[in-house]
Every structure is written in C-alpha cells, then in structure tokens.
C-alpha cells in the first residue's frame, strides 16, 4: 500500500520529478518527462507496479528528513539500533539525461541496508527483461522492455520473482553510491557519473536560482521552497509548467475524481507566469511565452485549455484498469478529457499574464502580439458563448460568472496593450464590449438581495473562483460587493474552516458530489482578508494552511479535513503560488490594519 499523500518528497532536475516516501522507497517516477510513462508505479497500486525501497533492514529505524538549502536534494536521516546513517536523494540538474542518485554516508555505528527494486515499464504494464552486467563502476543491472531501458549501478542486486533485492553494511565514514540511469533502449547504457561533482553542480545551480528572490517577510522560508516547487514543475527544455507531478491522486479518497494534472494548463501557467515574474524570474516568463506563442500557433478557434509539456494536443483519456488507483480510488487515468471543454476564462488569463509581462519589461518578440491579436478577434466572435468554466464542470455549459469576468479581463488587457504600449487594434470595438460584459454580469452574475456574486448565472449558489475577481482588477477587494462575496462564501463553502470549490451536491459537473477544500480557494480568500483590512483573519488562515503543508513544504491539492491528510496531487503548482501571492498580500495589506491593531 502507497504511504500517506503528505509523507511523499519530491526530487527534481526540472524535467521530471520522483516520490520518495517516508518509508524510503521511490513510489512514482515517469522518466524522462514529467508526462512520460510510469517506471515506479506503486503509488496507484503497491509494490507489484514498481518501486525502488532503499532503507535500513532493522524494522525499529526511524527516519527524519529535510531538503539541502534551498534545493530539491532530499536527505534522510536514519537512526537504527545500530548506527546512524544519511541517504541523500538527487536528480542531477543540467546532466541532459534523466538520472537518480542516492547516496548512503555512514554517521556512526555500522547500518545494514536492504534494496528492492521492481522496475516496471509504461505504466506498470511491462516487466522488463534485466540482466547482470559489471563495469568499473562495479555492480549493476540493465533493464529492457520495448523503447525504455535503464542501468541501475550501486551494491549487488539479485533477482527473486521479478524483484531485485540485496543488501549491503555502511559504517562510519564509509560512502556507498546507487545510480539509475534511463536511456532510450536501442542506445548503448551511458557511462558511469562522476557523482560528487553532479551533487555539488546541482546544489550550486538551485542556489544560484534561489539566490534572486528577493522577498521579505513572515513567511519567508516558506516562499522560496514554493517559488521552487514552482520552477521544478517548469520544463527545462520547453518552458511548459506542469500542473502537478503526479497522475490520478483522489480529491475524494475512494472516488472518481482522479485526473491526469501532468500537463500545462494555460490557465495554472499563466498563474504560474505572475508569480514568478513578481519575483523577478524574467528569464522563465520569456521561456514560458516561447512555449505559448508555439502551443498556440495556428487557428485561435483550435486554441486548447491544456497540452503536453512540449505543447503536443492530443491528450485523449484513458483509464489504466491494470492500476487498482491509490488507496483503490479508481479509475487511474491518463491524458485528461478536459482537454476538449471550452474553458472562457482561459484567454483571458493569458492576455493577462502576458500583458503583464509587458508591464514588468520582458522583452516582447514580434510575433507575441499578432498572437495576442489573433485571440482577441477569436474572443471578438465568441464573447457570448457558454463555457464549462474553471472548475472543468462535466455537466452542461453555463454563463460561469468567474469566466465572464476573464473574457472582461482579456478585453481589459487588451485595451490596456494600446494605451500603455500603443499596440494597434479595434479599440472601441473592445472598450464596446468591456464595457457590455460589465453590464451583462451585473445583471445576471449578482444577487442583489443577498448582496454577493453568484457561480453562475442560472443560479444562487456561490463559488470560490469569484475570489478572483478582485486579482485581475474587475472590482476592488474592499467594495461592498465583494465584501457580500465573502460572507456569502463563508456561510456556505466553509464549512470546516476551509474553502470548498464549490457545493458539489448542489452543482451539476456530471460527477458523484463530495470533494476535499482546495487549498488554492484558501489562499486565495487569505488574500482577499489581507487586501481589504482582515490582516489578523488572513494571518490566522494563513498560519493554519501552512500547517497543513508537508515535512518539507510541500502541498498537494486539496485537504481532508476530517481525515486530517492531504488529497489530490502533489505537489500541486496552484497551491503554491496561490500561497505565494497570498503570502505577498500579507505584507502588502500590513498598512490595512485599523490604527488601534496590535501588529502580528
């Protein structure tokens, strides 16, 4: 059985990304892409769908854990009756191949550790063929089945039932290396690593990242591993950020909602964008918009809410029955039907986040704002159209106020590109239909006896997407009807102190009702509490969501409150940068707080 959500660490080398539980076995790990296919698969079934457990053999050891600085190079800490020893996960940056490595360093005493590696191809649906090879590395395995293959050097493995296990002593002093290597199976297996010198090259190059944030403030700390989790979702080569690093973890323990989030959603890369510009990350706002102006090409009408990591269209669903699903949630999918939805809101964003990029100088390139012409005279044709909106409702299309507004926000943006930057376009044709989709969304997006904006307009129920509306300028946090906003959202989406998405029970998204609070709609309303004077409110959910974070800061996406565990999948790149901007909101609304506040 798979370990808790929260008890999982991630290891990165900004390509793709490995689970290492608790337990000391590497659950989930797709090589050599974050979207590729599944080589460690237990994490959606057990140890038959493939794993790598490297841990101490004494069943009494316990284990602490941490990340080097400001890196994702994991180190555990073990202690045993025996001795004290130190395994240190990595995935070498900038080695252009898809590695792992784990060192084990002797502390005190002398430790027995054992091996169990099951490697299983595509998904869990190929057991390789694996045979003994020795080279001057000394001992390893070579691992075969169909394009993929991978050699696994380190202490001597032996085969049993489809399993490689071993074990191996480490005193005091002593350094023992295990190092996987994945290659393309009709290439030769590359040569050994020189181990020491990718370790103290990888850590200088997540130091040097880190070494620009420049933020100040009470959740310092907690900012930088995020800003991080943020560029280790970013795709080194191609610039697509992946929502999640995992497939198919369950918003409901035991239910359907289990989605694919390994690919780039316009909208969480837009989001993603802001936050790291913000930060002064120019270089991957200007890879990011590299990656959309290639995405995107074409017909704005083919215009997708998603794609691959290198900007590949076809990401049909499929459930992988092979999988039983973690904890038996089930189905396990692949690819993500969502992919065909018209989502409004996406566009905008877009013209959003790229707009703001103008704004903070990055250099624009002469093809970005025919590309930004071109959707404008898509979003000219369809302004009017029903959506399935931001939440991928798998019901009927309805006027979602949340995506009204983003259509409002690309007009916005739009007519803000000629203003400031004088970009040419039919302006008071936009400026014309701003100025109609504001109208038409105080009609039929508000609900004047209540005095709070609505989900949709067919509706009363209310939404956590509305707490965007202030983030992109539509209306200011602190007018009455955004103030109505949240009280309506406090009376019927927070039940146990966290922000619910929406009422499933009263929505038709074509599922069974039931979710976990996303912790991105808690953050989101941290920030509405800072930007309109709740400093001690937004300060106190904040404190609490932070609790809710992993060992080592990571978040997934939603929260079980009464189970008290994360759910969803992890780590989740909207989680993160809706702390990061609830985090900057914090400091920025300090000024907000009535004049008698003590300061917190």
Not at 351 to 372: D, N, Y
Request: aromatic share 8%; with cysteine.
């Amino acid at each position: 059985m798979p370990l808790p959500i929260e008890d999982y660490a991630m290891i990165s080398d900004c390509q793709s990304a490995a689970l290492v539980g608790r337990d000391g076995s590497i659950d989930w790990l797709c090589f050599p892409r974050y979207d590729s296919a599944s080589m460690f698969g237990a994490l959606l079934g057990d140890e038959s769908h493939g794993r790598w457990l490297l841990a101490p053999s004494d069943d009494a050891a316990t284990a602490t854990r941490r990340y080097i600085e400001n890196t994702f190079i994991l180190v555990t800490t073990w202690t045993t009756r025996t001795g004290v020893v130190e395994v240190t996960d990595l995935m070498p940056h900038g080695n252009r191949s898809a590695d792992i490595v784990r060192r084990v360093r002797g502390i005190s005493g002398s430790v027995e550790l054992q091996q169990d590696v099951r490697i299983r191809f595509d998904y869990a649906r190929a057991v390789p063929w694996v045979r003994q090879v020795h080279d001057e590395a000394g001992h390893g395995i070579i691992a075969t089945a169909g394009p993929d293959a991978v050699i696994l050097r380190g202490p001597r493995l032996r085969a049993q039932d489809e399993t490689h296990r071993g074990v191996f002593t480490v005193r005091e002093g002593d350094t023992v290396d295990a190092v996987l290597n994945w290659y393309p199976s009709y290439r030769d297996a590359p040569a050994p690593l020189d181990v020491d010198h990718l370790m103290r090259t990888t850590k200088a190059w997540w130091d040097d990242w880190t070494s620009g944030i420049g933020h100040q403030g009470r959740y310092h700390d907690e900012v930088v591993r995020s800003l991080l989790v943020l560029r280790a979702l970013t795709h080194e080569d191609t610039g697509g950020i992946a929502a999640a690093a995992t497939t198919s973890l369950p918003e409901r323990f035991g239910g359907a909602r289990n989605w694919d989030y390994r690919y780039t959603w316009l909208r969480d890369a837009s989001l993603t964008l802001s936050v790291l510009m913000s930060h002064g990350y120019v270089d991957e706002a200007a890879a990011w918009r590299g990656w959309l102006l290639r995405a995107i090409a074409g017909d704005p009408a083919d215009v997708q809410i998603m794609y691959g990591l290198g900007g590949e269209r076809d990401l049909q669903e499929r459930e992988l029955p092979n999988f039983p699903g973690y904890e038996g949630a089930s189905p396990v999918r692949i690819g993500n039907g969502a992919v065909s939805q018209y989502q409004a809101d996406v566009i905008g964003e877009v013209m959003v986040a790229l707009q703001e990029a103008r704004e903070k100088g990055v250099r624009s390139t002469h093809h970005a704002w025919p590309v930004q012409r071109a959707l404008m005279s898509f979003m000219e044709e369809n302004w009017d159209r029903k959506d399935s909106g931001i939440w991928e409702m798998r019901g009927a299309e309805r006027y979602f106020t949340h995506s009204r507004v983003m259509v409002w926000a690309a007009f916005d943006s739009a007519i803000k590109a000629h203003e400031r930057f004088g970009r040419e376009g039919p302006v008071k044709r936009w400026q014309e239909l701003r100025s109609r989709i504001e109208a038409e969304i105080e009609e039929h997006g508000f609900d004047a006896e209540r005095g709070t904006y609505v989900q949709s307009y067919d509706t009363k129920e209310v939404d956590a997407s509305l707490l965007i509306l202030p983030q992109v300028g539509y209306v200011k946090a602190t007018d009455p009807r955004m103030l109505g906003t949240i009280r309506a959202i406090e009376e019927d989406l927070m039940p146990d102190g966290l922000v619910m998405r929406y009422r499933t029970q009263a929505s038709d998204d074509g599922l069974e009702p039931g979710e976990n609070p996303f912790l991105a709609c808690s953050f989101w309303l941290v920030e509405q509490y800072a930007r309109s004077g709740r400093h001690d409110d937004a300060v106190a959910l904040m404190d609490r969501l932070l609790g809710l974070a992993n060992d080592v800061g990571l978040m997934s996406e939603e929260y079980d409150v009464q189970a008290k565990r994360q759910a969803g999948n992890t780590p989740q790149a909207l989680s993160h940068l809706a702390f990061v901007r609830a985090a900057d909101a914090i400091e920025a609304g300090k000024d907000l707080r009535p004049r008698n506040a003590p300061a917190r």
